[in-house]
């Protein structure tokens, strides 16, 4: 499960849009995302058009995830006539809940979007567990 910590995100993004920042280290913009849960498995998505794969980076630390990319400033000095797109640092932190395995994230860019995918965690799984009566097995209920 995915715990959303911080709501003030919006209100930055929707800064970011009205003042067209860009991102820096010390303030990097946001990504869009998306998150689901699919069977056995939790799904991330990042937005990420144009960046460079070479620039993401994802690093996992307990159950923190963050996710980071640049997209780099245009080499030529020309006269631009729109800069609507984002460039700069784009970073994002996911807090993940103790059902989710994080020693098995999987990650993959293609077109433009980076997908994690996290399996739930073994002990987080319905199980069957047996009952004995006198030493012998009678009957399985479900934990």
Do not use: C
């Not at 913009?29 to 058009?49: I, K, Q």
């Amino acid at each position: 499960m995915l715990m959303r910590t911080d709501p003030f995100r919006e209100l930055d993004r929707l800064t970011q849009q009205v003042l067209g920042t860009n991102g820096t280290l010390a303030r990097p913009s946001v990504m869009p995302m998306d998150a689901w849960r699919d069977g056995e498995t939790f799904h991330v998505e990042f937005d990420l058009p144009g960046v460079d794969p070479d620039s993401i980076d994802v690093d996992v630390e307990r159950n923190v995830v963050t996710v980071k990319a640049e997209r780099a400033a245009r080499a030529s000095d020309a006269e631009l006539i729109a800069a609507e797109r984002p460039r700069g640092v784009f970073s994002r932190q996911l807090i993940l809940g103790d059902n989710l395995d994080t020693q098995h994230i999987t990650a993959s860019y293609d077109s433009g979007v980076l997908s994690l995918a996290v399996p739930v965690a073994e002990q987080a799984k319905p199980r069957k567990i047996s009952i004995t009566s006198n030493g012998e097995d009678r009957r399985s209920i479900d934990a």
